[in-house]
T-cell receptor
Framework: NAGVTQTPKFQVLKTGQSMTLQCAQD?????MSWYRQDPGMGLRLIHY???????DQGEVPNGYNVSRSTTEDFPLRLLSAAPSQTSVYFC????????????FGSGTQLSVL | GQQVMQIPQYQHVQEGEDFTTYCNSS?????IQWYKQRPGGHPVFLIQ?????EVKKQKRLTFQFGEAKKNSSLHITATQTTDVGTYFC????????????FGTGTRLQVTL
């Protein structure tokens, strides 16, 4: 099993550009989520999904869209990148939800100029 | 909104010294999880505590969940350089079953 795979590992965008961060897991996990990590602020939840076709907002959803068309994939879309979205993004998944351990991907470091 | 704070933010110890990080929630938690993130890495699950007053040990690491289920601690005995990293606690967001709120983290540096 590859676990949780995130691509790309690094990305530089210009303000206003759009892009999609990919996340895939091969563990048949129902729950998937996206976090951003900024210095001194821990991990903040952007969006999450409890199963294919179901998504919901986390703490900091503005500027981001998600979809969950399959159990395996949970892409995160930046609609119009802003410098405030410069961060490290982590995708995480678990079998059924937050009351069991999360498996994290290796992260995407995003810079918006 | 719900807040999960950790103290200290940063601690620098010499190898062999003990280390403790504290996690405090503004609301009662049904359970609490602990994660470790090595520099440049991703968070890795360490343990989950569920019961009030629960204590669990993993080798040199001791985890406690407070009686009121609003605080928790992680104690490392005789730190080693392999303990370097940031330790996060995390608990379910109040009022939802699907949002996990992470603490602000404690960064541990260990030198010889």
């Amino acid at each position: 099993n590859a676990g949780v795979t995130q691509t790309p590992k690094f990305q530089v965008l210009k303000t206003g550009q759009s892009m999609t961060l990919q996340c895939a897991q091969d563990m048949n996990h129902e729950y998937m989520s996206w976090y951003r990590q900024d210095p001194g602020m821990g991990l903040r939840l952007i969006h999450y999904s409890v199963g294919a076709g179901i998504t919901d907002q986390g703490e900091v959803p503005n500027g981001y869209n998600v979809s969950r068309s399959t159990t395996e994939d949970f892409p995160l879309r930046l609609l119009s990148a802003a410098p405030s979205q410069t961060s490290v993004y982590f995708c995480a998944s678990s079998y059924t939800g937050i009351n069991e351990k999360l498996f994290f991907g290796s992260g995407t470091q995003l810079s918006v100029l | 909104g719900q807040q999960v704070m950790q103290i200290p933010q940063y601690q620098h110890v010499q190898e062999g010294e003990d280390f403790t990080t504290y996690c405090n929630s503004s609301t009662t938690l049904s359970n609490i999880q602990w994660y470790k993130q090595r520099p440049g890495g991703h968070p890795v699950f360490l343990i989950q505590l569920v019961k009030s007053g629960e204590v669990k040990k993993q080798k040199r690491l001791t985890f406690q969940f407070g009686e009121a289920k609003k605080n928790s601690s992680l104690h490392i005995t005789a730190t080693q350089t392999t303990d370097v990293g940031t330790y996060f606690c995390a608990g379910p967001h109040t009022g939802t079953a699907s949002k996990l709120t992470f603490g602000t983290g404690t960064r541990l540096q260990v030198t010889l």
